[in-house]
């Protein structure tokens, strides 16, 4: 860990605020972000991702470097989002078949290239939001794999450290959840083809 | 190799994870197999679709909504609970071990003096005393808890680490000039009123009673009672059994201690009321001057101030990533020590504005009058059965006194209404008798 991080740590442990959101300011966007993946709207992201976070300040003396810092916070945040997913089923208010939000216009910004034609940004638009919805309807064993992995891209090394799980245990997780989205998205496509 | 073994093996294939030998055989059932190839081409397709999807931008709120939440947080654990006043009193050492370790320090320098001076105790703007000790034997009563009873909670570890001061302070007076040690109220109020004079001083009061009491519960709630209409508040308190009778439960007697926080000008009378609600077995008050280390306290927060305010413009001109790392890292330091010296300025302020006293309640059986701890002090009981009798003669003799006073009335009524009554009786019968004659 470098020496920098170390002292803000230190500094957090004592309750410096300050220290503790100098801490936080490089993973912030990508604990949204895993967030977002896995509770599939933006209020619920955002609420997920500061009540995690403040458990990490609140919790940071209990933090000794046993695991790199990112990976500690990241953990803290995948937990957080498999229980909020928890109390909804408890509290069955959420329909796998709910339609996928869109981020305020977001996607057009950020994905599409500016030299695509019209028809090109609505099929790019069609896909996202196809496998978004099939992402949401993943079980969340497998989603938060599919998440970490194929969304943001960390390693499995990573990816085992954050879910407290043997890597070959990762391994065959990824393998099941990819093999279950593409059922999912193909069974959509099937059921979709008759109304296109 | 099979379709099974393919499909089980083609996610590691998409991230490159398998061995040479195993990626070529794997490439090889591809070409052979038609299913396992569109099987594989659409689960990598699925992967980029995946990490194509868009990173999102924080909305424009989080970080201000977040630096709420976690100075809430930080004030979470900085809060008083009176409710649950173990917890609080832990976290209320933790936080003020500086504070009661200066007081310590203080303490030991202003005996060390008074010692050397072998005089004036009192120095006009620091003192400390010990007032009215009804026998020298029970000047450790309250430090030192009767030993008959096991505790059944524990929550004044700050209140001993006061009186541990206290007891220094005792015995090096005891070396010194025993006179001292016996003083009256009103001397005690006229040192405050000396301290209150001094304009803006920063003194911190604190007073500490022992009392035996009859019916703990009542005195107990008495004391919360004038504590809350005194617009105070109990800090801390603890009860305990120190001798539980098992055959009849209610002669059980209690024992127990208060900390209360009363606003600064309420503080004597608080204390005299207290005082008035048993028998004092001891009693002490204390004032420490922090006048000066508050003002370089303050000072030192304006410096820090103004050195931030400068970090912060040559953070705006700093343009490579180790010059803004470098100056974040020193205004994260500056922040933290100020926060740290307002947070020692905010608990001044408080300990001055709010006054302690520390309560120890002793239960006495109400029946026998027998006297805790020192049941063997014959002679202090035989005085206490002497005054006891006294009291009562005084008490009849009061009582006879107040009957005939009373009744003196209707006597006197009687007495007048019986004059002319029996005259004329008298008169009546006398007639009644000369008419027969
Ligand atoms: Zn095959």
Request: with cysteine; net charge negative.
């Amino acid at each position: 860990m470098e020496e920098f991080e170390i002292e803000l740590i230190e500094k957090s442990k004592r309750g410096d605020v300050e220290s503790f959101e100098i801490l936080i300011r490089s993973h912030q966007t990508l604990a949204y972000n895993i967030a977002f993946r896995m509770l599939g709207n933006v209020e619920d992201a955002n609420d997920a991702t500061q009540e995690a976070l403040v458990k990490v300040f609140k919790s940071i003396q209990s933090f000794h470097g046993q695991s790199s810092f990112s990976t500690w916070l990241y953990r803290i945040v995948t937990n957080t989002c498999l229980d909020e997913l928890r109390k909804r089923k408890r509290q069955q208010v959420y329909s796998y078949h709910n339609p996928m939000e869109m981020e305020d216009g977001q996607i057009d910004r950020d994905v599409v290239d500016p030299s695509s034609s019209t028809e090109e940004i609505l099929e790019k638009k069609e896909e996202i939001k196809n496998i978004q919805d099939a992402i949401q309807a993943l079980p969340e064993q497998h989603r938060i794999v599919i998440v970490l992995r194929d969304i943001k891209g960390l390693s499995y090394e990573q990816i085992s450290e954050i879910l407290d799980c043997p890597q070959g245990t990762i391994k065959s997780r990824i393998s099941r959840a990819r093999l279950a989205l593409k059922e999912i998205i193909t069974n959509r496509e099937l059921y979709q083809k008759p109304y296109v | 190799m099979n379709c099974t073994e393919t499909m089980e093996l083609i996610s590691l294939y998409i991230d490159g994870l398998l061995d040479e030998h195993t990626e070529q055989m794997l490439q090889k059932h591809f070409k052979e197999c038609a299913e396992c190839r569109q099987d594989y081409e659409e689960l990598l397709n699925i992967k980029n679709m995946c990490s194509e999807l868009p990173m999102l931008e924080l909305p424009p709120d989080f970080e201000v909504s977040l630096h709420e939440k976690l100075v809430r947080a930080t004030e979470n654990v900085q809060v008083i609970d009176i409710g649950r006043s173990e917890t609080f009193n832990k976290k209320f050492k933790w936080k003020n071990w500086k504070v009661y370790g200066s007081m310590a320090a203080v303490f030991i320098v202003l005996i060390l003096a008074s010692s050397l001076l072998n005089e004036a105790r009192f120095n006009g703007s620091q003192m400390k005393e010990n007032v009215g000790m009804e026998s020298p034997n029970m000047e450790f009563a309250g430090s030192a808890p009767a030993p008959e009873a096991p505790k059944m909670k524990v929550g004044t570890a700050a209140r001993d680490e006061s009186y541990g001061a206290e007891e220094r302070l005792q015995t090096t007076q005891d070396n010194g000039s025993p006179e001292n040690r016996v003083m009256d109220q009103n001397n005690q109020t006229t040192q405050f009123t000396a301290l209150e004079a001094e304009s803006d001083r920063k003194v911190i009061k604190s007073g500490y009673v022992d009392l035996n009491v009859e019916e703990y519960d009542d005195k107990f709630s008495q004391i919360t009672r004038i504590t809350a209409e005194r617009g105070g508040f109990v800090e801390n308190s603890n009860t305990y059994y120190k001798q539980y009778n098992e055959v009849n439960p209610e002669e059980s007697l209690k024992q127990g201690s208060l900390v209360i926080r009363v606003p600064e000008n309420q503080f004597a009378e608080v204390l005299d009321h207290i005082k008035s609600l048993g028998t004092v077995t001891n009693t002490s008050i204390s004032g420490q001057d922090i006048t000066k280390e508050y003002r370089s306290t303050v000072d030192e927060i304006e410096n820090l101030k103004v050195q931030e305010k400068s970090l912060r413009a040559i953070m705006e001109k700093a343009t490579s990533v180790k010059d803004i790392l470098e100056v974040e890292r020193e205004l994260s330091r500056v922040r933290g020590e100020i926060n740290r010296m307002s947070g020692d300025v905010k608990r001044w302020d408080d300990l001055v504005d709010l006054s302690t006293i520390h309560v120890t309640l002793n239960e006495m059986s109400s029946k026998d009058k027998e006297i805790y701890p020192i049941r063997d002090n014959v002679w202090l009981r035989a005085q206490k059965g002497f005054i006891k009798t006294v009291n009562e003669m005084i008490q009849f003799a009061e009582n006879v006194f107040i009957r005939i006073a009373s009744t003196l009335p209707v006597i006197l009524v009687l007495f007048i209404m019986g004059i002319p009554l029996t005259i004329y009786l008298y008169r009546w019968t006398k007639r009644k008798k000369n008419k027969q004659e």
